[in-house]
Nanobody, 124 residues
Framework: QVPLQESGPGLVTPSQTLSLTCTVSGLSLTRSAYFWTWLRQPLGKGLEWMGA???????LYSPSLRSRTSFSWDTAKNQFTLQLSSVTPEDTAVYYC????????????????WGQGIQVTVSS
């Protein structure tokens, strides 16, 4: 069983806020020492690290997305959430949640767990 599963809308209107949720199974957001991470991959391009929320609540953001990104979690539901505001068609991508036990560097895409990914299209 994949312990991470993304959910959210597949289509978002430009200028709106994209909200995605990652549901975690079999692991605890706060008791498993992981950094709960969001990444995305536009079609034909490489993976992009968006940021993470650590098991202790620390949040890390990609500098290029910092002004539009927000992370949160619901520990009762064992879910963590990405919100990306003011979306444009350039935000169209497959979005992934992932987890690893170290912060690492954004360019390192080795993770202990990956979700299956969710396609999000930004279009009017």
């Amino acid at each position: 069983q994949v312990p991470l599963q993304e959910s959210g809308p597949g289509l978002v209107t430009p200028s709106q806020t994209l909200s995605l949720t990652c549901t975690v199974s079999g692991l605890s957001l706060t008791r498993s020492a992981y950094f709960w991470t969001w990444l995305r991959q536009p079609l034909g391009k490489g993976l992009e690290w968006m940021g993470a929320i650590g098991y202790n609540g620390t949040t890390l953001y990609s500098p290029s997305l910092r002004s539009r990104t927000s992370f949160s979690w619901d520990t009762a539901k064992n879910q963590f959430t990405l919100q990306l505001s003011s979306v444009t068609p350039e935000d169209t991508a497959v979005y992934y949640c992932a987890a690893r036990g170290v912060v690492g560097v954004p360019e390192d895409f080795e993770y202990d767990f990956w979700g299956q990914g969710i396609q999000v299209t930004v279009s009017s």
